[in-house]
């Protein structure tokens, strides 16, 4: 108690002092803070975008006869049955699920060439391909198509054309822009539609599925498919993962390494001003010599204050972390900080740092004070 006594009345006899000690130390904890805050929501935000785009998981038939490849997969004549996109809403993780595609495809023919015949569910498609460009509307009647640009140039069709294709009249009511894919080579119509010309009633040969995958691993909800669903294969899309896991990392290392520079930069300065301290404090120091002090005590003194400095500026470098980090970040990262997305390991890590940081920093300036000559020291009076 009679050290905390010494220690209190020394730091409100020295305010300017403390306030100049705890400046380093808060703007080191404010951009620490700041950093993680903003890594944190980037980190979220750039998921939320890798995962809107493409299927992450894609399910086929376990044995399959090799015929038409599309895309990464190749398909055959082994089917799924159509009501298997139902049990998929039922895995432990469904709240995972953004959309499910189901597809069938065929080979028809058309003036002479052989095309490619996709059933899709145009308003899943579309959710799931964002980067679909479409000239035209999507099919929203049961007869109407749209074609992908490959087939556009290639059959010279305009909007508005019919392709009679197995004897059924098919409007062209949109094209898609070139994707550099398959889909360049497809022609596109409503699932039910295509089922029915490809005689696949309630029949699928692929499933695409688009899984939030923040807070539960692709491969864990893959699993969980399979285990609802005999006879297929779930299989992940490792380069969305694997591109969503090196952005964050990215983002991660470089908030770690510029934290860590700030840190070094704050222990430095606030050892640097201790030390500087000790010369206006000798006086102190050799009167509490005198009177019985041993080193022990004064490593209390120095560390009990590092620790109270360190409380203080842990706190307010977190408030104008927070401050700092949802009135800039959106300037300078683009990144939207929401309270409601800021750790909860912020505080702790934060409060921990800076009073480490203040106990690293003045373990010299105590070892330097516990080696002064008392002597020497009164006679600076």
Not at 272 to 288: F, K, P, Q, W, Y
Request: aromatic share 6%; proline share 4%.
């Amino acid at each position: 108690m009679r050290t905390a006594t010494l220690v209190f009345k020394s730091l409100s006899r020295r305010k300017g002092r403390s306030i100049l000690n705890s400046i380093g130390l808060i703007l080191a904890i404010t951009i620490i803070t700041s950093t993680f805050v903003v890594s944190h929501s980037m980190e979220i935000q750039i998921g939320d975008e890798v995962e809107k785009y493409g299927p992450n998981i894609v399910i086929t038939p376990k044995a399959q006869l090799i015929n038409i490849p599309y895309g990464g997969i190749v398909v055959g004549d082994v089917v799924i049955p159509e009501n298997y996109v139902e049990k998929i809403y039922t895995i432990p993780n469904r709240q995972n699920i953004r959309v499910i595609s189901p597809k069938v495809y065929g080979q028809v023919q058309y003036r002479g060439n052989n095309l490619l015949l996709v059933g899709i569910i145009p308003e899943s498609e579309i959710q799931l391909k964002r980067w679909w460009n479409i000239t035209g509307s999507l099919p929203r009647g049961e007869f109407e198509i749209i074609l992908g640009s490959t087939i556009k140039s290639t059959l010279g069709l305009t909007l508005g054309s019919i392709a009679q294709i197995n004897n059924i009249s098919l409007t062209v009511v949109g094209f898609l822009s070139e994707t550099g894919s398959i889909d360049d080579y497809s022609v596109f119509l409503p699932l039910h539609t295509a089922q029915m010309l490809l005689n696949l009633t309630n029949k699928v040969h692929v499933i695409e599925v688009g899984a939030l995958c923040k807070d539960c691993p692709v491969e864990v909800i893959a699993q969980q498919i399979m285990e609802v669903m005999p006879n297929v294969k779930a299989t992940p899309i490792k380069q969305a993962v694997e591109l969503r896991a090196k952005i964050v990392k990215q983002t991660v290392n470089f908030s770690l390494l510029l934290a860590f520079t700030i840190l070094i930069t704050g222990c430095i300065g606030i050892m640097n001003t201790m030390l500087a301290s000790i010369h206006e404090r000798i006086r102190e120091i050799g009167v509490l010599i005198s009177l019985g002090a041993d080193s022990s005590h004064l490593y209390k003194i120095f560390f009990l204050e590092s620790v109270i400095l360190g409380l203080i500026s842990g706190f307010v470098g977190i408030v104008t972390g927070l401050i700092s980090s949802m009135s800039l970040g959106p300037l300078i990262m683009g990144a939207t900080i929401n309270l409601e997305d800021v750790p909860i390991y912020i505080v702790p890590l934060t409060i921990t740092l800076s009073i480490s940081s203040c106990l690293i920093a003045s373990f010299y300036p105590a070892w330097r004070a516990s080696k002064i000559d008392p002597v020497k020291a009164l006679k600076t009076v």
